[in-house]
C-alpha cells in the first residue's frame, strides 16, 4: 500500500508539472489586478492602470493568444464590477427625483418663484448630482471595459481564421516525404533512448524492479477490463435487452452498459499508471501515457455510442432502423472514429512538443484525416439507409438523421481534400467535429430515449410513456442545451459562449425601459400566479358560491367568464407594472395596429364584441336549445369570438358570435323550457272521429311531461278522398324530450287505433290515380267488414275499367 501511495504521489507531481511551469511563466509576464468583490468601493485608479495596460497589451502583435485570454478574463471581472457599480444610489436618486416633482416645475423664463423653494430645488438637485456620479462614473468605465473586450474577441477571432486558412506544404508531393520519414524515425529514436537511458539508470532500473509486482497487477487489471469485462458487460446488456416487454428492462439495460465505458477507461488508466510507475519514461513517453487514458476514453465512449445506436438486438421501435449488415457496419464505423481521434491525439503528444516542420506535420497527419473522412463517407452512406420507403411518412427524427448523414458525407469529402492542398489544420477543424458532432447527436437520441424509458418506469407504462408529454419535452431542453457544446466543438471559445450569456442578461432596450431576462422571469412568475388565482376564484364560485343563488345557469356561465377575463387582464397588468416594462414607447405601434384591426380584423372584432355582448346581454346561454341559419342544437360553449353548438347528430358547430347577435335566432328554450309538439295522425275514411278524438287526448293525456293545463287539444283538421286528418298538440315540461314523446305517443296511436279497430291510412302515390281508387275501396271494405251487418254499404265494388271512366 505504501508503495501505491508512492507512485500515485508521483503520478500527481507529474501532472503538476504544466501548471508549475506556467506558473513560473507567469511570474515574469505583467502582474494583472482584479476588482474588489467584497462590496467596498471601486478602485478606479486600480481600474485606470489595468485599462491602460491592456490596451498596450492588445497594440503589441506579439502578444500570445493565451495572455490575451488571461487579460480578457481580467477586464469580464472588472466588466461585471463596473456593471454593478451603475446602479449605484439608485434608491436615493429614485427619491431625489420625486422630491423634485413634488416642488413642481421649474419657473419659466421672467416668472418668479418663492426663495425657499428655489433654494430647496437648488439642494436638492446638487444632492441629486452628487448621487448620480458614481453610477456616471461606473458606466463610463464598463463602456471602455466592453470595448477593450470586443477588441480583443475581434483579435483573436482573426487569429482563428488565420491559423484555419494557414498553407502548409502538400502531404502529396513526394518532396516531403523524406522530411517526415525523418521525424517520425527521430521520434521513434527518441522514444527508444528515453527508455535505454531509463534502463542503464540503476536508479531508475531499481524502481522498476521494486514496482514489478504492482506493474504486473495493473496490466494484469487493465486487460481484464479492456478486454474480458468489457465484452461481458456487453453480452449482459444485451440479455437485459432482450425482454423488453418486461417494465424497466430497456432503462436498466442502458444504464449497465454505461460499465462498458468506465470499466475499460479505468483499466486504461491502470495501464498508465503502470507505466508511470516503472520509471522507464521520458519525456514524450511519458506525455504519451498521460494522453492514453483519454485516447482510450474516446474509444471506448464511441464504441458504446455505435453498440446503443446500432444494436444487435433491434426491436420495432428502433431508433436507426437498419437491417443487421448495416448495423454491424455502423458499430465498426463508430469504433474507427474512435480510434481515429485517438491516434490523432497520440500523434500530437509523441510530436508536436519537438517542434516539427510543416512538412512533417502535414505528411503525419494526413493518413489519419484521410481515414477519418473514408469513415465519415461511410457513415453517412449507412445513415442514409434509414430512410422510409415513403417520404412523407417519415418521421422528423429520421429527416434530422438524413441531413446529418449528407453533411457528414460532404465534409468527409471537404476535409481530405483541404489537407491534399495543405489545409491541413482547416481540414481538422472538419473532421473531427464532424465526428464528435455525430457523437453529441447519437448521445442525445440515446438520452432522450433514457429519459423516456425512466418515465416508463416511473409511470408503470410500456409503450405510451415513452411518447408522453414530459419526455418529449425533456428531449427539447436536451437539444437546447447541447448547442453550446456543439458550438465548442466547431471551435467556438468558452469566452464566446460567456459574453452571448452576458449579452442576454443585459437585456434590450424596449422604449425607455430596459428589459432583461429577469423582468421576463418576474412577468412569467406573477402572470402565472395571477392566472392560478382567477382559476382558483372561477373554480369557488362554478362550485360553491353561485350554486347557492337563485341566478340560472347560463347567467352562472356568464359570470364565470367575465371574471376570467377579467382576472387575466389584471394579472398581466400587474405582471408588466411589476415587471417595470413601460409600453409607451409602444403607443405608435398601437396606434398602426388599430388602423389595422379596423380594416383587415373587421370579422374578428365583430364577433369578440358580440361574444361580449352574449356573456352580458345573454339572450343565449349555455344549455339553450336554438335554432341559427337553419341549424338547431343545444349551446355547449360560449367564447369570445364563437358559439358551439350540439346537433342531435353529435356533431359540433362553430357559430360566428356575430351571427347570434344581428341574425334571427330562435330559442326554444331561452326563459323556459316547455314547448309544444305537433303529432298528426291519418285515419281511414269512415272512422268515427269522435271515437278517434277521444282516444288521441286520452294518449295525450296519459303522458308524464304533458302540462294538463292547458290540456292538450285534438284537431280534426280535414278529410280527403282517403284519410281523415288529426292533430294532437300538447305543451311539455321540457321540450328538450319531444322527440322521446313523439315517439312513444305514435307507439301508444299505433296500439290504441288497432285495439278498436280503426285503421291508420298507409301513404299512397298520388301519381297513379287507379291505385289510389283501388286502396280507398280496400280501406272501404275493411271499414265495412268491421261495421254490424245491418250497416253495411250495399253498392258492389268498380271494376278497374269504371274508375278509369270516371277519371276520364
Known amino acids: 500500500m505504501r508503495r501505491l501511495f508512492l507512485w500515485l504521489s508521483l503520478v500527481l507531481a507529474l501532472v503538476a508539472v504544466p501548471v508549475l511551469a506556467q506558473d513560473q511563466a507567469g511570474e515574469n509576464a505583467p502582474t494583472t489586478v482584479e476588482p474588489a468583490t467584497d462590496g467596498a468601493a471601486l478602485d478606479y485608479a486600480l481600474w485606470e492602470r489595468m485599462a491602460e495596460r491592456a490596451e498596450a497589451e492588445i497594440e503589441n502583435r506579439n502578444t500570445t493568444t493565451d495572455r490575451m485570454e488571461e487579460i480578457r478574463g481580467q477586464l469580464a471581472k472588472w466588466r461585471a464590477a463596473l456593471q454593478s457599480a451603475q446602479s449605484a444610489n439608485s434608491a436615493r436618486i429614485a427619491t431625489l427625483r420625486q422630491q423634485i416633482d413634488a416642488l413642481g416645475p421649474a419657473p419659466a423664463d421672467g416668472a418668479t418663484e418663492a426663495d425657499e423653494i428655489s433654494a430647496r430645488r437648488q439642494e436638492l438637485a446638487s444632492q441629486l448630482v452628487k448621487a448620480q456620479a458614481p453610477g456616471i462614473a461606473a458606466e463610463e468605465a464598463y463602456r471602455r471595459a466592453d470595448g477593450l473586450i470586443d477588441e480583443i474577441d475581434r483579435t483573436l477571432r482573426e487569429r482563428q481564421a488565420d491559423q484555419l486558412l494557414q498553407l502548409w506544404p502538400s502531404p502529396l508531393n513526394p518532396g516531403n516525404w523524406p522530411e517526415a520519414a525523418i521525424g517520425f524515425a527521430d521520434t521513434v529514436q527518441r522514444l527508444w533512448d528515453e527508455i535505454s537511458e531509463a534502463w542503464n539508470n540503476p536508479k531508475s532500473r531499481g524502481e522498476l524492479f521494486d514496482n514489478l509486482p504492482l506493474i504486473i497487477v495493473l496490466v494484469i487489471v487493465a486487460v481484464a477490463l479492456v478486454v474480458y469485462v468489457r465484452r461481458w458487460i456487453e453480452r449482459f446488456a444485451e440479455r437485459l435487452q432482450q425482454g423488453a416487454t418486461?417494465?424497466?428492462?430497456?432503462?436498466?439495460?442502458?444504464?449497465?452498459?454505461?460499465?462498458?465505458?468506465?470499466?475499460?477507461?479505468?483499466?486504461?488508466?491502470?495501464?498508465?499508471?503502470?507505466?508511470?510507475?516503472?520509471?522507464?519514461?521520458?519525456?514524450?513517453?511519458?506525455?504519451?501515457?498521460?494522453?492514453?487514458?483519454?485516447?482510450?476514453?474516446?474509444?471506448?465512449?464511441?464504441?458504446?455510442?455505435?453498440?446503443?445506436?446500432?444494436?444487435?438486438?433491434?426491436?420495432?421501435?428502433?431508433?436507426?432502423?437498419?437491417?443487421?449488415?448495416?448495423?454491424?457496419?455502423?458499430?465498426?464505423?463508430?469504433?474507427?472514429?474512435?480510434?481515429?481521434?485517438?491516434?490523432?491525439?497520440?500523434?500530437?503528444?509523441?510530436?508536436?512538443?519537438?517542434?516539427?516542420?510543416?512538412?512533417?506535420?502535414?505528411?503525419?497527419?494526413?493518413?489519419?484525416?484521410?481515414?477519418?473522412?473514408?469513415?465519415?463517407?461511410?457513415?453517412?452512406?449507412?445513415?442514409?439507409?434509414?430512410?422510409?420507403?415513403?417520404?412523407?411518412?417519415?418521421?422528423?427524427?429520421?429527416?434530422?438523421?438524413?441531413?446529418?448523414?449528407?453533411?457528414?458525407?460532404?465534409?468527409?469529402?471537404?476535409?481530405?481534400?483541404?489537407?491534399?492542398?495543405?489545409?491541413?489544420?482547416?481540414?481538422?477543424?472538419?473532421?473531427?467535429?464532424?465526428?464528435?458532432?455525430?457523437?453529441?447527436?447519437?448521445?442525445?437520441?440515446?438520452?432522450?430515449?433514457?429519459?423516456?424509458?425512466?418515465?416508463?418506469?416511473?409511470?408503470?407504462?410500456?409503450?405510451?410513456?415513452?411518447?408522453?408529454?414530459?419526455?418529449?419535452?425533456?428531449?427539447?431542453?436536451?437539444?437546447?442545451?447541447?448547442?453550446?457544446?456543439?458550438?465548442?466543438?466547431?471551435?467556438?471559445?468558452?469566452?464566446?459562449?460567456?459574453?452571448?450569456?452576458?449579452?442576454?442578461t443585459e437585456g434590450f432596450q424596449l422604449g425607455s425601459t430596459k428589459v432583461s431576462p429577469s423582468n421576463f422571469m418576474i412577468f412569467a412568475i406573477l402572470f402565472i400566479i395571477g392566472y392560478m388565482l382567477t382559476r382558483l376564484f372561477q373554480g369557488a364560485l362554478r362550485s360553491t358560491i353561485l350554486p347557492k343563488t337563485k341566478m340560472d345557469q347560463g347567467g352562472q356561465t356568464a359570470l364565470i367568464a367575465g371574471v376570467g377575463y377579467v382576472g387575466i387582464f389584471l394579472a398581466a397588468l400587474i405582471a408588466i407594472n411589476a415587471a417595470g416594462i413601460d409600453l409607451s414607447g409602444l403607443a405608435i405601434v398601437a396606434g398602426a395596429l388599430s388602423v389595422g384591426i379596423g380594416f383587415g380584423l373587421q370579422q374578428i372584432v365583430s364577433n369578440f364584441i358580440s361574444g361580449i355582448i352574449l356573456l352580458v346581454e345573454r339572450p343565449v346561454s349555455e344549455g339553450d336549445w336554438i335554432e341559427v341559419a337553419g341549424v338547431q342544437g343545444k349551446v355547449r360553449a360560449i367564447s369570445v369570438r364563437s358559439t358551439r353548438i350540439e346537433t342531435f347528430d353529435r356533431n359540433d358547430v362553430i357559430v360566428p358570435n356575430a351571427d347570434l347577435i344581428t341574425g334571427r335566432v330562435t330559442n326554444w328554450t331561452r326563459f323556459n323550457l316547455s314547448g309544444r309538439i305537433i303529432v298528426p295522425v291519418s285515419v281511414a275514411l269512415g272512422s268515427d272521429t269522435r271515437q278517434v278524438e277521444k282516444i288521441l287526448r286520452a294518449i295525450a293525456e296519459e303522458q308524464p311531461l304533458a302540462i294538463l293545463n292547458p290540456p292538450p287539444v285534438v284537431a280534426f283538421i280535414g278529410y280527403t278522398a282517403t284519410q281523415l286528418n288529426f292533430e294532437v298538440r300538447v305543451i311539455l315540461r321540457d321540450v328538450n324530450f319531444g322527440l322521446q314523446v313523439r315517439s312513444d305517443m305514435n307507439h301508444r296511436i299505433l296500439q290504441r287505433l288497432a285495439e278498436e279497430g280503426i285503421h291508420i291510412v298507409p301513404p299512397a302515390a298520388p301519381s297513379d290515380p287507379v291505385k289510389t281508387a283501388e286502396t280507398v275501396l280496400a280501406l272501404a271494405d275493411l271499414v265495412d267488414r268491421d261495421r254490424p251487418a245491418a250497416t253495411r254499404r250495399k253498392a258492389s265494388r268498380p271494376a278497374a275499367n269504371d274508375v278509369k271512366g270516371a277519371e276520364r
Open 246 to 504: 418486461v417494465r424497466g428492462r430497456n432503462f436498466w439495460a442502458l444504464i449497465a452498459s454505461l460499465g462498458g465505458i468506465i470499466l475499460p477507461t479505468i483499466g486504461v488508466v491502470l495501464l498508465s499508471w503502470a507505466l508511470v510507475a516503472s520509471g522507464m519514461l521520458g519525456e514524450i513517453s511519458t506525455l504519451i501515457a498521460v494522453a492514453l487514458p483519454f485516447a482510450g476514453f474516446i474509444v471506448f465512449s464511441l464504441a458504446w455510442l455505435g453498440a446503443r445506436a446500432f444494436p444487435r438486438l433491434q426491436g420495432d421501435d428502433a431508433m436507426l432502423p437498419l437491417p443487421p449488415e448495416r448495423r454491424a457496419e455502423g458499430r465498426f464505423l463508430s469504433v474507427m472514429m474512435g480510434l481515429v481521434i485517438s491516434a490523432n491525439i497520440l500523434r500530437g503528444a509523441a510530436m508536436d512538443a519537438q517542434a516539427y516542420s510543416d512538412a512533417t506535420t502535414s505528411v503525419m497527419s494526413f493518413p489519419i484525416l484521410l481515414t477519418g473522412g473514408l469513415v465519415l463517407i461511410r457513415l453517412g452512406r449507412t445513415l442514409r439507409k434509414t430512410r422510409e420507403t415513403d417520404d412523407k411518412t417519415a418521421s422528423y427524427a429520421l429527416r434530422l438523421i438524413q441531413l446529418l448523414a449528407r453533411g457528414l458525407t460532404g465534409l468527409g469529402i471537404l476535409g481530405p481534400v483541404l489537407a491534399a492542398f495543405g489545409y491541413v489544420q482547416a481540414a481538422e477543424a472538419v473532421i473531427y467535429p464532424a465526428m464528435m458532432s455525430f457523437a453529441l447527436v447519437a448521445f442525445l437520441f440515446i438520452l432522450q430515449r433514457l429519459i423516456g424509458d425512466a418515465w416508463s418506469l416511473l409511470a408503470k407504462k410500456e409503450e405510451a410513456a415513452r411518447d408522453a408529454l414530459v419526455p418529449v419535452l425533456a428531449g427539447f431542453v436536451l437539444a437546447i442545451a447541447s448547442l453550446p457544446v456543439l458550438a465548442l466543438i466547431w471551435g467556438a471559445r468558452f469566452s464566446d459562449l460567456t459574453e452571448l450569456w452576458n449579452r442576454f
